[in-house]
């Protein structure tokens, strides 16, 4: 789901990496919970492997972003497997790419920021809605209700990663998710500051406790 959601809005997307998006998110959000509950259930399984597959060919194409840059360096600094770590930050990122950036990578296809319309352009397809907020809040809450719907941990502290221990590494993995390659062709550029704020959103999970 993160490589579909991120190659989406990355300024490397096209239309053949969207449609690729679009359907891997679509086969995701119908055939996941169904895996979870019945993995013997081959239909669902052939849905998932298919999903993998076409997220892929679209990272492959369009690559990934800042979502990415975050799990790799608490990943490997707390031993934290890659989809786990992906799923406690992508509702954040998720958020972050849809605000107004301070920065911003202009490419080809992104000459203005686009990033709130292609998320809305997805979840329309996803979940309907008729304005592009409310798709667009379809699909953040579509991605909220699997995470919860698959018993997923929401924050870093529910991982089990001791608040000390995660506040001594901030200014580390702050810097080295800033200097990850996977930022380049996220759409909003991030700053060490914003990139230390998703991490703390990451770690207790609500804007309250990360302030």
Do not use: W
Not at 35 to 54: E, F, Q
Not at 168 to 187: G, H, I, K, V, Y
């Amino acid at each position: 789901m993160t490589h579909a959601l991120e190659a989406d809005v990355s300024i490397f997307a096209s239309p053949y990496t969207d449609a690729f998006c679009v359907q891997s998110a679509r086969l995701i959000f119908d055939a996941l919970p169904k895996v979870y509950d019945d993995p013997g259930d081959l239909g669902a399984r052939t849905d998932m492997a298919n999903a993998a597959t076409l997220a892929g060919q679209a990272f492959a194409n369009a690559f990934v972003g800042t979502n990415h840059a975050l799990a790799h360096a608490v990943g490997a600094r707390f031993g934290i497997a890659h989809g786990r770590a992906n799923g406690v930050f992508l509702p954040h990122v998720l958020r972050y790419n849809a605000a107004m950036p301070s920065k911003f990578m202009p490419a080809p296809g992104y000459s203005a920021y686009i990033a709130p319309d292609k998320y809305a352009q997805l979840g329309r397809v996803v979940f309907g809605g008729r304005a592009p907020e409310e798709s667009r809040r379809r699909l953040f809450q579509g991605v909220g209700d699997l995470l919860d719907r698959l018993h997923m941990p929401r924050s870093l502290k529910a991982v089990g990663i001791a608040e000390d221990e995660f506040l001594q590494a901030l200014p580390e993995l702050a810097m080295n998710a800033f200097q990850d390659l996977s930022n380049r062709t996220n759409p909003r550029m991030p700053l060490v500051i914003e990139i230390t704020d998703l991490l703390k959103l990451g770690y207790y999970g609500t804007d309250d406790q990360a302030r």
